[in-house]
């Protein structure tokens, strides 16, 4: 494998720590990363892997991570190197097929796909949200909120790759949310800021990839998601359909959040992540569904069935991370892969 000069090393101080890998793939790929060789795996471990698995998520979450801020010691170079590409592709093909495979009786168009979720189900009793606002403790918030930093540390970053595949309308909204999201022209209000806060209010590492190595595959599936839509612009479509998902089931959850966080005594800017989110995203659904979906399908409504599985496939893996999460707390064990410290 032969990178392109020149070269650099991502920096210690911004990248997060390589991590080891979990199975054959993510191990060839840690392999690869650090000795700037070519990776090695065989075809067997691709067509045996557990596309839901520790392996491939993490394999995955670490090639998708070249896009974003690499890892520290790691030749910056490799972000294009065309045999990490190749075996993305293979590991995305049986990620994407899984993810179509099981929303395939899912709705196809954008009023079915989101009609549920604009209303509030009066059985809250599988919400995990709403096991938190009720009865959730303050060892179970931390957890929470440190499988979340995976997504809430880079939050909208993976959205932006959207921007320059739209036009019209759907361009002018999604920036709009967009530069909410980057705090409206303030750093210190820029949301992944917001949450660093939180987490420094929960006793957590705010380091940026600080909590890979813990965070189990279905939480590693939500985000490689997002870089999987983002990444492609054929999924243009599936990532409005996600984005727009996300945003319209934020504000009823992030209230809820919002109340656990008060409850537990978690800290004032644990309380105002969360607080912060119940309005801005109230007015960010508005936005997304009628100006960045509705701009979009004026423009391309062959992308209908796109935007309503970016949907699906979001809400599917929200439900699989969920189901996680509960089942092991239901059992008194840590939902991560190995529990948090007293400190963090």
């Not at 596309?51 to 790691?74: I, M, S, T």
């Not at 168009?109 to 599988?126: H, R």
């Not at 006793?203 to 595959?217: C, E, F, K, N, V």
């Given at each position: 494998?032969?990178?392109?000069?020149?070269?650099?090393?991502?920096?210690?101080?911004t990248?997060?720590?390589?991590?080891?890998?979990?199975?054959?793939?993510?191990?060839?790929?840690?392999?690869?990363?650090?000795?700037?060789?070519?990776?090695?795996?065989?075809?067997?471990a691709?067509?045996?892997?557990?596309?839901?698995?520790?392996?491939?998520?993490?394999?995955?979450?670490?090639?998708?991570?070249?896009?974003?801020?690499?890892?520290?010691?790691?030749?910056?170079?490799?972000?294009w190197d065309?045999?990490?590409?190749?075996?993305?592709?293979?590991?995305?093909?049986?990620?994407?097929?899984?993810?179509?495979?099981?929303?395939?009786?899912?709705?196809?168009?954008?009023?079915a796909?989101?009609?549920?979720?604009?209303?509030?189900?009066?059985?809250?009793?599988?919400?995990?949200?709403?096991?938190?606002?009720?009865?959730?403790?303050?060892?179970?918030?931390?957890?929470?909120?440190?499988?979340?930093?995976?997504?809430?540390?880079?939050?909208?970053?993976?959205?932006?790759?959207?921007?320059?595949?739209?036009?019209?309308?759907?361009?002018?909204?999604?920036?709009a949310?967009?530069?909410?999201?980057?705090?409206?022209?303030?750093?210190?209000?820029?949301?992944?800021?917001?949450?660093?806060?939180?987490?420094?209010?929960?006793?957590?590492?705010?380091?940026?990839?600080?909590?890979?190595?813990?965070?189990?595959?279905?939480?590693l599936?939500?985000?490689?998601?997002?870089?999987?839509?983002?990444?492609?612009?054929?999924?243009?479509?599936?990532?409005?359909?996600?984005?727009?998902?996300?945003?319209?089931?934020?504000?009823?959850?992030?209230?809820?959040?919002?109340?656990?966080?008060r409850?537990?005594?978690?800290?004032p800017?644990?309380?105002?992540?969360?607080?912060?989110?119940?309005?801005?995203?109230?007015?960010?659904?508005?936005?997304?569904?009628?100006?960045?979906?509705?701009?979009?399908?004026?423009?391309?409504?062959?992308?209908?069935?796109?935007?309503?599985?970016?949907?699906?496939?979001?809400?599917?893996?929200?439900?699989?991370?969920?189901?996680?999460?509960?089942?092991?707390?239901?059992?008194?064990?840590?939902?991560?892969?190995?529990?948090?410290?007293?400190?963090?």
């Amino acid at each position: 494998m032969t990178a392109p000069a020149p070269s650099h090393t991502a920096g210690a101080a911004t990248a997060p720590v390589l991590v080891e890998g979990r199975g054959p793939l993510s191990r060839a790929v840690v392999d690869a990363l650090r000795s700037g060789r070519t990776p090695v795996h065989t075809t067997a471990a691709l067509l045996k892997a557990d596309p839901w698995g520790d392996d491939l998520q993490l394999a995955l979450y670490l090639l998708y991570e070249l896009h974003y801020r690499g890892f520290a010691g790691v030749d910056e170079a490799l972000e294009w190197d065309p045999e990490l590409l190749r075996l993305r592709r293979a590991l995305e093909d049986r990620f994407g097929h899984a993810l179509r495979s099981d929303t395939a009786n899912a709705s196809r168009t954008v009023a079915a796909a989101f009609g549920p979720l604009l209303v509030e189900p009066v059985d809250l009793s599988g919400s995990l949200s709403h096991h938190l606002e009720t009865e959730g403790e303050l060892w179970q918030l931390r957890e929470y909120a440190a499988l979340r930093s995976l997504y809430h540390l880079k939050e909208a970053d993976p959205h932006a790759w959207v921007i320059p595949r739209l036009g019209g309308r759907a361009k002018a909204a999604m920036v709009a949310i967009e530069y909410d999201e980057f705090g409206a022209g303030n750093a210190q209000r820029i949301h992944a800021r917001l949450f660093a806060d939180l987490m420094d209010d929960l006793g957590l590492d705010t380091a940026y990839g600080h909590y890979l190595d813990q965070a189990p595959a279905p939480l590693l599936a939500t985000v490689n998601l997002m870089s999987f839509l983002g990444l492609h612009r054929a999924l243009r479509g599936a990532l409005v359909g996600h984005f727009a998902c996300v945003e319209v089931t934020s504000s009823p959850g992030s209230r809820r959040l919002a109340r656990a966080m008060r409850r537990c005594g978690a800290g004032p800017a644990a309380e105002h992540f969360y607080a912060e989110h119940v309005e801005a995203d109230a007015v960010h659904e508005q936005v997304v569904r009628h100006e960045v979906i509705g701009g979009l399908l004026a423009d391309e409504p062959d992308l209908e069935a796109d935007v309503a599985f970016g949907c699906a496939a979001t809400v599917l893996l929200e439900d699989r991370l969920a189901a996680h999460i509960r089942g092991e707390w239901s059992q008194g064990r840590s939902a991560l892969r190995t529990p948090l410290g007293g400190a963090g």
